[in-house]
């Protein structure tokens, strides 16, 4: 049965590109396998500038759109930190430390702070867990969430930059929640940067198949 478009809009949704050929060229697996083959995670500290232009930030952007989405509740949202805002980041991280450790040094709480400064492109991934379509359980949001944030990376992974997820004890704390407006039925999942990669390491090993799948048994 098809999914009724419930919480979005039909404005919310535009077409944004043409189909692939049919039977697809083997080249077309190829690349996709090269892509997602060599995405590896680059730390921020690890990601200078120049961080995507207006256009490949939108077209990074767009990727989270092709994301797997039940009932099209688009039930994630991101927020870009500028520059110019990550200042008030840095003092949200600090505030977060001196709030779970009110004994934090001088440099921890600097560290904290200076943890906003990193990676050119930052923004903060959050999911609406509920909201007043029951039938979307909270597991199906942050898969779709995942997946969109994945599209995101392996974009940006494409037109040549790093990327990285972090997360960390700060993420559903009350400085960063005031911060990003959060709502109660909202969580912040993780940040994501993008960037020039100024340092590359070596591409992790992947689990064997075997690690990860099994076969149902008849009985
Ligand atoms: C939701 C999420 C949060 C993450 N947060 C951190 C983090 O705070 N610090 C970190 O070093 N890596 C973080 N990672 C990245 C993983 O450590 C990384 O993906 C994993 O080591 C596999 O490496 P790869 O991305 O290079 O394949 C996070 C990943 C996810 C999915």
Redesign the pocket.
């Known amino acids: 049965m098809e999914d009724p478009a419930s919480t979005a809009n039909q404005a919310d949704f535009a077409e944004t590109s043409s189909a692939l050929a049919y039977p697809r060229p083997p080249e077309v697996a190829e690349f996709a396998q090269a892509l997602i083959h060599t ?3 680059i ?1 921020p500290r690890r990601l200078a500038g120049p961080g995507p232009s207006p256009s490949e930030l939108q077209v990074i952007l767009k990727a989270a759109g092709a994301a797997p989405d039940h009932h099209r509740l688009i039930p994630w949202r991101f927020v870009l930190v500028p520059a110019t805002s990550r200042a008030r980041l840095g003092e949200a991280f600090a505030a977060a430390l001196a709030e779970r450790d009110p004994s934090a040094s001088p440099e921890q709480m600097a560290q904290a702070y200076e943890k906003a400064e990193r990676a050119p492109l930052l923004m903060l991934a959050i999911v609406r867990i509920t909201d007043e379509d029951a039938e979307i359980p909270p597991a199906e949001r942050l898969v779709s969430a995942g997946c969109a944030i994945q599209n995101m990376l392996l974009m940006a992974h494409a037109l040549g930059y790093g990327g ?5 004890k700060a993420m559903n704390s009350k400085p960063l929640r005031t911060l990003f407006d959060l709502a109660e039925h909202e969580q912040a ?2 940040f994501v940067s993008i960037g020039t990669t100024i340092k590359t390491k070596p591409i ?1 090993l992947r689990p064997e198949v075997s690690r990860y799948v099994s076969e149902l048994n008849k009985h």
């Open positions: 995405r590896q995670t730390l990285a997820l972090t997360s960390g999942l993780c992790p």
